[in-house]
């Protein structure tokens, strides 16, 4: 949800209608989104324990199953953050930025909970034996994809960011 917050404060100056898939934002928000699910579905596949955060005994997870999770885990909460975030920014950036703040809060808190299943990286067994690697340790198995995927975020959120004034600036000269 809170990329999708992140986007729709591109979309405040669109037309009034709250209708998310007609937004370009929306759709650099996708893209955006799909950088760090790329990342997600790589450790899914090599570290299911890992991703299901030890809970499961058989952590496998079907092609079928994947593509559930990622419509309603990941991409739905995304149309729906930014659904949200239009409506927020529409009553002004006070209310948008609160919205914000509450799901980075949700989110410290559900990382905070799950912060000793989540600090580590490995199967059930070795969670369970204490010897799974640190998320933190330069041995970290999902290290690469995981920092690649956040510097492609970054830098495609600043470019985004870069477009955005650019066409707010074209349409600022275009009404004097």
Known sequence: ?????????FAKRERG?????????FWH????SSLFNAAVLYAALKFPDWMWMYFLEDSRTGPVTLVYLFLFLYYFPYVL???LGRIFILKGKLP????????LGWEGW???????RYSVVGTREEFFNGTAVSLFSPQNPVGLAMNLAV????IYYLLVWWTFRK?????????L
């Open 96 to 103: 948008w930025l609160c919205f914000v703040l509450f799901l």
């Open 167 to 175: 066409k707010r600036r074209r349409y600022m000269d275009a009404e």
């Open 17 to 25: 209608d709250l209708l998310v898939f007609s937004s370009p934002w």
């Open 110 to 116: 559900l990382i905070g909970r799950l912060f000793d």
């Open 151 to 154: 510097c492609a975020m970054v």
């Open 1 to 9: 949800m809170l990329f999708g917050a992140l986007f729709s404060l």
């Open 29 to 32: 928000g996708v893209v955006f």
């Open 81 to 83: 953050g930014f659904y």
